[in-house]
């Protein structure tokens, strides 16, 4: 009898450990589908939000997903943000009730979605970044490569995949689409200057693949961001990484780097439509001038908020003086979900930002996977002041991947602890 018992145990740990093993590999999947779906944003909500219901569904049942103690102050700013939000969509007096709704329902779920990368990251920084860094690089790369393609005309479907004459791919907006594609271009960068000889290989033209889809998106903010991402990695990885021989090759490949991509554009603009088009969004734009235009609307959305402590809901700004958003998130957040659920998403910007360049001045294995990430978010969180970036779906991605990285910061398996083993 107790060997039957034993027996009976046995056979149900086993049928445990096998529906284990298939619930995480199960979960792997659906955050690659999620992380993938962040590329389609036509609709809201997108499929980057549906996605994620099935993530969250299938983490709560798969072994080894848990909460992370470090990761508290991230809840708790989502927390607070919560009401704030809400209240604010009630002071909403053009934009109807069940849109106003439908948009902090976005924005609360999509801040919920950093708090959930960040624990799901902490437990296994090495393992599981390397998942979501390569499914954000298949991500960007058929979006650059389909922006691009759209772009000359060189595929069916140019309407869906431009804007205005400017590549967007299957993103709303080329001010989106642009500064979607630069974060796996840094990791991308990064095995450039420091990988194998094929790893560098290949990293270096999807590295090639998505600046063509930046430039083609025509957004001088995303041709600003990729240029001070690429410079921020080069130096952290050139200061606090590389050998150095290592430092020599950096060298050598930021001339010969330099060069690929000096051609690369001058290859473009030797088309008279690309030449056309490059002139005039280099030059200054007539909607950044007068009363009415990028700077002048930004001081009367100031005025505005200091007005309306609860906020006047989000899409309203437009049906007033000014017909047209302030482009400032750090005034906009205000007006959007009122002073308290605004000091939230101002405060998720800075403490972001310290944590990312407190920690990655440390010595840690898990360096690497933090070098891109705070390189990226630097220039978001500059660009957040002349953007509105509270629905951008990689905005909100970057900044719980920070935490995420910095909360399991020592955190490595056997293997792990080799000086470019983070080198996803």
């Known amino acids: 009898m107790a060997l039957a018992d034993a027996s009976l145990l046995e056979s149900r740990a086993r049928g445990g450990a096998y529906l284990d093993a298939r619930l995480g590999t199960l979960l792997k999947w659906a955050v690659a589908l999620w992380v993938f779906a962040g590329s389609v944003v036509i609709t809201e909500p997108s499929p980057y939000e549906l996605s994620f219901v099935l993530v969250l569904a299938v983490s709560l049942f798969a072994g080894g997903f848990a909460f992370q103690r470090t990761t508290l102050g991230l809840l708790v700013l989502w927390v607070t943000f919560i009401p704030f939000a809400l209240i604010a969509a009630?002071?909403?007096?053009?934009?109807?009730?069940?849109?106003?709704?439908?948009?902090?329902?976005?924005?609360?779920?999509?801040?919920?979605t950093s708090y959930w990368v960040a624990n799901y990251v902490a437990e296994a920084p090495q393992e599981r970044m390397r998942l979501i860094v390569a499914a954000y690089t298949v991500a960007a790369v058929l979006s650059a490569a389909m922006g691009t393609l759209g772009y000359l005309g060189l595929i069916p479907g140019r309407e869906l995949l431009t804007l205005y004459g400017r590549a967007k791919a299957l993103f709303n907006d080329p001010n989106v689409f642009g500064p979607f594609l630069i974060l796996p271009a840094m990791y991308a960068l990064q095995r450039v200057l420091l990988g194998s000889n094929r790893r560098a290989f290949w990293g270096a033209a999807v590295f090639m693949v998505i600046t063509v889809g930046v430039f083609a998106s025509f957004s001088r903010a995303a041709w600003g961001h990729l240029a001070v991402s690429a410079v921020l990695v080069y130096l952290l990885c050139f200061v606090f990484i590389a050998h150095a021989r290592e430092k020599v090759r950096m060298l050598i490949l930021a001339l010969v780097g330099a060069l690929m991509i000096v051609v690369a554009i001058g290859g473009l603009l030797s088309i008279p439509s690309v030449q056309r088009l490059f002139e005039a969004r280099a030059a200054a734009q007539s909607y950044d001038e007068g009363e009415t235009g990028r700077f002048g609307r930004q001081g009367y959305a100031f005025e505005l908020a200091l007005e309306n402590p609860w906020g006047i809901g989000p899409l309203e700004f437009r049906n007033l003086?000014?017909?047209?958003?302030?482009?400032?998130?750090?005034?906009?957040?205000?007006?959007v979900y009122g002073w308290g659920g605004g000091f939230a998403f101002i405060l998720l910007i800075g403490t972001t930002l310290w944590r990312g360049l407190s920690f990655v001045t440390k010595s840690s294995p898990n360096r690497l996977l933090l070098i891109p990430l705070v390189s990226v978010f630097v220039p978001l969180a500059a660009e957040a002041a002349i953007i509105d970036l509270d629905?951008?779906?990689h905005f909100f991605l970057v900044a719980g991947l920070i935490w995420g990285v910095t909360a399991g910061y020592r955190t490595t398996k056997t293997g792990e602890e080799h000086r470019l083993s983070a080198l996803v």
């Open 90 to 112: 009630f002071q909403a007096t053009f934009t109807p009730l069940n849109d106003a709704l439908i948009f902090q329902a976005v924005t609360i779920f999509l801040f919920f």
């Open 321 to 335: 003086r000014v017909r047209e958003e302030p482009h400032n998130s750090y005034v906009n957040v205000v007006h």
């Open 391 to 393: 629905h951008w779906r």
